[in-house]
């Protein structure tokens, strides 16, 4: 986030949008193989912007390897935000995973299959920190899914 309170020339979001955003979106769509757009969004009395959401395309000039990284990332993120739509977040518990070292994909199916089993799942990641403790584990990602799917919680 740009802070603009002690910067008199940003007062107004014109000058912002002039400045921060048309002139380099100009550079980029000039100078790289890539087409970019904003589209501001508006609300409220006044009409002030609110958001802006930017949209990058290929450009007329792009390389089909560009094009192929552009369509991966398309496909990565319509399925992060199909995953997200799924899935109610439980910070706690996805901060919790993502310090054993799960990736946001890998955390959000977990959150999915066991979604109305929080306290099971917290349970198995609390035997599992005994086990890491004593140096009983090695793979702590595969002891976990394994651990999750068997039921490794103490009797």
């Known amino acids: ?5 002690e910067d008199k020339h940003y007062d107004e979001f014109k000058y912002v949008n002039r400045a921060v955003i048309v002139t380099p979106i100009k550079g ?5 193989d890539l087409k970019v757009s904003v589209d501001h969004r508006r609300l409220g009395e006044g009409h ?7 949209l990058i ?24 935000r199909q995953a997200l739509d799924d899935v109610e977040i439980n910070e706690p518990l996805y901060d919790r995973l993502s310090g054993y070292g799960f990736k946001e994909k890998k955390i959000l199916a977990i959150l999915k299959t066991y979604k109305n089993k929080i306290e099971y799942v917290n349970e198995i990641l609390d035997s599992v920190d005994n086990k890491i403790q004593t140096g009983t584990v090695r793979n702590v990602g595969g002891y976990i899914m394994k651990a999750l799917e068997e039921d490794y919680r103490p009797v």
């Not at 980029?28 to 790289?32: G, L, Y």
């Not at 395309?57 to 992060?80: F, R, V, Y």
Request: charged share 30%.
């Open 1 to 5: 986030m740009m802070d603009t309170h």
């Open 57 to 80: 395309e290929p450009g007329p000039n792009t390389s089909n390897e560009l094009l192929k990284k552009l369509k991966n990332i398309k496909k990565i993120a319509e399925q992060t």
């Open 28 to 32: 980029i769509n000039t100078k790289s």
């Open 48 to 54: 002030k912007v609110t958001h802006l959401k930017f």
